[in-house]
């Protein structure tokens, strides 16, 4: 039976409902932009270059204009030309002569030196004519890169959102993944809520954004099936974002430092390396994720990271080209097949801009080298000699920058390198761990490890010589005293309060020691004793500073100093019935109920005078009968006490000993 009534949906079906803009992108890549994994594709890395560091560096130094051509010169050679030189067709390998016809207004700045005798490196201006007594020190430009590091760091946000990795002495990564997802959140709030269904594999709603302002970023051309008339996607939101985070740290690199770099933004670690060396100087390159195949394409693949050398050169004879455009024509198959699975999957991948490696955070030193070629070489152990120890130096005084004077880093080890003709031999030794470290250390087992060289075999002439220290450790944190293991209460709540703040002054470095406190904890512990045996309300110990006074002040008062200093023997104990007792320590005669209670008293003396430094008390620590432990002294009162043979009322014509 049919109804007569026409059908009418429940919901209506708005028109507009089916063109809904969508992102290609879920709340689930969003979730995984905030934990920076390299596996979203919302992902952002930035790399950091500096411009001709070493010449930047020098010039900075030097105080000279930037426009001004200037070169670093290491003996005849040069290892660094500015840009403004460049301009003049300089380049590397170029000679001294040459660089001086083509660019007659250029400054050739010799580099550092240590040299035999120096407390520290220095800038010598003969010293490209003592290569033979000198040795090239790169210290001046590692403590400006420091420096440049820490402004990188002032101006992120602070760990675990800011993520930093020190590439090289003028390289740094920066993985704005986190401070990015949080900065959409901000200005976009439609996608800070939860996914709809609260299903994370909902796609994102487009962004509102129809055209982006890049400033005066150098964009890579969109691949060819890509135009800029597309409306931009969250990857390209983040891409903005990233550049103008890496705009405000390159203006606070040449504002607070006058260093200028240059940088790459990219999806990944291997896209912005080789995008911060596409437009330089001073400025910075945008690889969007639609531009990756176009940017790829213009390169030769021994360019790559891990692509040059002899796997490059064995690509090249296997495949007839060294261009990634023509390489990409290669299927997976063929690359497995004439270069191994392995390595035919890792090109596969790395030549289409795919690559999963982490921005390593970790930026501490993991060892130090010091070496030199000797031309001409050397032919005795002095002159070996004398060379480990500007390598000592030279590695100490990074050791003290490191902070091994404040126990906060120390290696483990020492290594040894030694060439003589084409053979390299090399002895290691620990370094001892269980005092402080300094330069004659050092020095020594170098020259121990010399002779172990020398003593194996032939080691003249010496071509080569290096020393390196490594295996670093962490000093030990929040140590305390031993006082603080006799205090309770609110004064230990105090104590570790102050150990605490202690350490963080000094940025986790391990506390010096505290200088010794004349109320300290084991004196107060001993003053509570003392009150509780009911002697006296004072304190056991003196205030004087003086070990002396204080051992005097603890000699009670009806016994004179001749006869403290008497001997005393065994025989001049108690005897058996007997109603006094003479003690072994001291010619003090004490009624025998008040033996123990004297006994408690020799133990405290010993107890301050050992808090105070003074070791003459510790002679008497076997003698017999002495309490073990403050604890115990305590006991042996509550037991007399509690036996009945507590402290006698004091009779007629006496008067009772003041001890302490």
Not at 105 to 131: C, M, N, P, S
Not at 522 to 535: E, Y
């Amino acid at each position: 039976m049919s109804s007569s009534q026409p059908f009418v949906p429940s919901s209506p079906i708005s028109p507009s409902a089916g063109h809904l803009r969508k992102s290609r992108f879920t709340f689930k890549n969003l979730a995984q932009l905030a934990l920076s994994s390299t596996a979203c594709p919302l992902c952002v890395i930035a790399h950091i270059d500096l411009d001709a560091f070493y010449a930047q560096c020098e010039g900075v130094r030097l105080g000279i204009a930037e426009d001004q051509p200037l070169a670093v010169q290491q003996w005849q050679g040069l290892i660094a030309i500015n840009y403004p030189a460049r301009k003049f067709g300089l380049g590397r390998f170029i000679t001294i002569t040459e660089a001086k016809k083509l660019c007659p207004d250029i400054i050739l700045q010799h580099v550092a030196t240590w040299r035999e005798g120096d407390a520290k490196w220095a800038y010598h201006e003969d010293a490209f004519a003592h290569i033979a007594t000198h040795k090239v020190s790169l210290d001046p430009y590692r403590l400006e890169s420091r420096r440049i590091l820490s402004t990188i760091k002032d101006v992120l946000p602070p760990s675990p959102i800011q993520r930093v990795e020190k590439a090289s002495v003028d390289e740094v990564f920066l993985d704005l993944s986190a401070q990015i997802h949080s900065i959409l959140l901000q200005r976009y709030p439609e996608i800070s809520g939860p996914a709809p269904y609260d299903d994370p594999t909902e796609c994102l709603p487009r962004p509102p954004t129809t055209a982006l302002d890049w400033n005066t970023d150098a964009l890579v051309d969109l691949d060819n099936d890509e135009t800029e008339d597309d409306d931009p996607d969250w990857d390209d939101i983040a891409m903005l974002v990233g550049s103008e985070i890496v705009r405000s740290v390159r203006a606070a690199i040449h504002e607070r430092l006058k260093y200028t770099c240059s940088a790459g933004i990219a999806r990944n670690k291997m896209i912005a390396k080789l995008g911060s060396a596409h437009k330089k100087p001073n400025q910075q390159t945008i690889v969007r994720n639609r531009a990756v195949q176009q940017f790829m394409g213009s390169f030769k693949f021994t360019k790559i990271r891990n692509l040059g050398g002899k796997l490059g050169e064995d690509i090249v004879a296997k495949f007839g080209t060294e261009e990634v455009r023509e390489l990409l024509d290669v299927s997976l198959p063929q690359l497995k097949s004439k270069l191994g699975d392995d390595t035919g999957s890792w090109v596969y991948e790395i030549i289409r801009g795919e690559d999963s490696s982490e921005v390593n955070s970790r930026t501490q030193i993991k060892s130090m080298l010091s070496a030199k070629s000797f031309r001409p070489t050397i032919n005795s152990y002095d002159q070996a000699v004398k060379w480990l120890r500007i390598f000592v130096a030279d590695i100490f005084s990074r050791l003290v920058e490191e902070g091994v004077l404040a126990n906060k880093r120390r290696p483990k080890t020492i290594n040894l390198h030694h060439r003589q003709g084409g053979q390299m031999r090399s002895r290691q030794a620990p370094i001892p761990s269980g005092g402080p470290l300094d330069e004659n250390i050092l020095f020594e087992i170098a020259k121990n490890l010399l002779g172990q060289v020398i003593v194996d075999g032939r080691a003249w002439p010496c071509s080569n010589l290096q020393l390196s220290v490594g295996g670093f450790e962490e000093g030990p944190t929040g140590n305390r005293g031993i006082g603080g293991f006799l205090v309770r209460g609110d004064e230990a709540k105090a104590l570790k309060r102050d150990s605490e703040d202690h350490v963080s002054d000094h940025g986790g470095s391990r506390a010096e020691k505290r200088p010794k406190n004349e109320h300290g904890a084991i004196q107060r512990f001993l003053s509570r004793q003392s009150t509780n045996h009911g002697d006296s309300d004072e304190d056991i110990t003196s205030t004087h500073s003086n070990s002396d006074d204080v051992r005097d002040s603890l000699i009670p008062p009806d016994v004179s100093r001749d006869a403290q200093q008497a001997e005393c023997h065994d025989d001049q104990a108690q005897a058996p019935g007997s109603d006094t007792y003479t003690c072994i320590d001291c010619p003090k005669v004490v009624p025998a109920i008040r033996r123990e209670e004297h006994q408690d008293w020799h133990f405290a003396k010993s107890v301050a005078a050992a808090d105070k430094g003074d070791e003459s008390h510790q002679a008497w620590s076997a003698s017999e009968g002495r309490p073990k432990d403050p604890t115990a002294t305590k006991r042996l009162g509550a037991s007399k006490i509690s036996a009945g043979h507590g402290p006698r009322r004091v009779a007629k014509g006496q008067s009772r000993l003041a001890f302490g």
